[in-house]
Structure formats: structure tokens, C-alpha cells
């Protein structure tokens, strides 16, 4: 157990609707970062957070944004959403500040599919 | 551009060793990380490298050498448990992660 918790496991929504995806890390942790993860692929990294300011982002279109709170609780948001966003999404958190080499704990991820 | 290179599926027998090869090309770089992943799971963490030379935990080891932009991971005595997905990382002069497809291992009896 990682102490990291994402919520909800599974979600089912359709071509154009909006999503949130929500991920709890652990306590003090105040790195999270988002990605997503097609079938028989590595994670693809679509952005991190530190203390609830953006740290850096992937090739992922304005439509995916996020937030961080200062309770350790964290978002993703997906508008419009496409069929192509269809994957297992994580969240992983790491306890570190700015620019350290610092290990990345997952939760078990929530597992959306687009219709 | 930025690449990691690892094999797509592996087979090993029970109880014996397999070596799991990753190969990487990143802008700077601040170590390299070993994920395991089992189906429909999240990865968890099995290593780190930042220096060259072997790191042993217990029937998991991993090797790196930076100037060859080079790491293996290598499972010792293996068990059935053992299958899953090993997924490499290398992190960049940014701090953020850039990760291989996964290599899927497959153990059997």
C-alpha cells in the first residue's frame, strides 16, 4: 500500500462530455503528478503540481488541466472529451520540493472509458 | 528527442534468472527508476540508480552505466509472482520521469 488513493476506479463517459478525476496522496507529500497510461503502454506524463502551483507539463492539450489543494488532495480535469482519452489514469505522489530526485508513489489509478 | 528502449514481452522458467535490458536518451539526467507493474494495477517502485555500478535488494538487482545510457534489471530466483510488467524511467534534467512501454514477463512452471 502506498497510501495514495484515487477515486473513482472506473468511469464511463461519452464522446464531448467533461471529466474530474480526484487522488489523495499521502500526508506531506507535496508533489503529485498526473499520467496516463494506454493499454500495453508506459505511463505518458501529462503534468505535475507542487504546492498547488503547475511544475512542469507533457504533450497533453489544454483541455487536460488539474488541480492541487492544500490537503494533499489533488484533480484532473478532461473536457471534451475524445475517444482517444480512453486509458487507466494515475496519480502518483513524491515527497520532495522543487527539482529532487525523488521516488513516485501511485495509486491504483482510474480506469476511464470514452464512448 | 527523448527515448527509452526496453523489450516487449520476455520469457523465463521458474526459478531461474532473467535479465530485463532498458536502454535511454534524455535531455540531462538525474537517475534511473525500475517499476513493477501487474495487470490492471498501478506500477510500485522496485529500484533507483543515479550512479553507475549495481544496486542488490534482496532477488531484485539493477544495474546502470551513464555513459552507455544503459540499465538492467535482473530477477533472481524467480516465482510465479514475479510475472508482470517491469517498466523503466529515466528522469530528466527537468525532474520529471520519461518512461519505457514495459517489458512484459511471463514465468512459467
Known amino acids: 500500500e502506498t497510501g495514495v488513493t484515487q477515486s473513482p476506479t472506473h468511469l464511463i463517459k461519452t464522446r464531448g462530455q467533461q471529466v474530474t478525476l480526484r487522488c489523495s496522496s499521502q500526508?506531506?507529500?507535496?508533489?503529485v503528478s498526473w499520467y496516463q497510461q494506454a493499454l500495453g503502454q508506459g505511463p505518458q506524463f501529462i503534468f505535475q503540481?507542487?504546492?498547488?502551483?503547475?511544475?512542469g507539463r507533457g504533450n497533453f492539450p489544454p483541455r487536460f488541466s488539474g488541480l492541487q489543494f492544500p490537503n494533499y488532495s489533488s484533480e484532473l480535469n478532461v473536457n471534451a472529451l475524445e475517444l482517444d482519452d480512453s486509458a487507466l489514469y494515475l496519480c502518483?505522489?513524491?515527497?520532495?520540493?522543487?527539482?529532487?530526485?525523488?521516488?513516485?508513489?501511485f495509486g491504483p489509478g482510474t480506469r476511464l472509458l470514452v464512448l | 528527442g527523448q527515448n527509452i528502449d526496453q523489450p516487449t514481452e520476455m520469457t523465463a522458467t521458474e526459478g531461474a534468472i532473467v535479465q530485463i535490458n532498458c536502454t535511454y536518451q534524455?535531455?540531462?539526467?538525474?537517475?534511473l527508476f525500475w517499476y513493477q507493474q501487474h495487470a490492471g494495477e498501478a506500477p510500485t517502485f522496485l529500484s533507483y540508480?543515479?550512479l553507475d555500478g549495481l544496486e542488490e535488494k534482496g532477488r531484485f538487482s539493477s544495474f546502470l552505466s551513464r555513459s552507455k545510457g544503459y540499465s538492467y534489471l535482473l530477477l533472481k530466483e524467480l516465482q510465479m509472482k514475479d510475472s508482470a510488467s517491469y517498466l523503466c524511467?529515466?528522469?530528466?534534467?527537468?525532474?520529471?520521469?520519461?518512461w519505457g512501454a514495459g517489458t512484459k514477463l511471463i514465468i512459467k512452471p
Open positions: 500526508s506531506g507529500h507535496n508533489t
Open positions: 540508480n543515479v
Open positions: 502518483a505522489s513524491s515527497l520532495g520540493g522543487l527539482r529532487q530526485q525523488e521516488t513516485q508513489y
Open positions: 503540481y507542487y504546492r498547488e502551483e503547475e511544475n
Open positions: 524511467a529515466a528522469m530528466d534534467s527537468n525532474y520529471q520521469l520519461i
Open positions: 534524455t535531455s540531462g539526467f538525474n537517475g
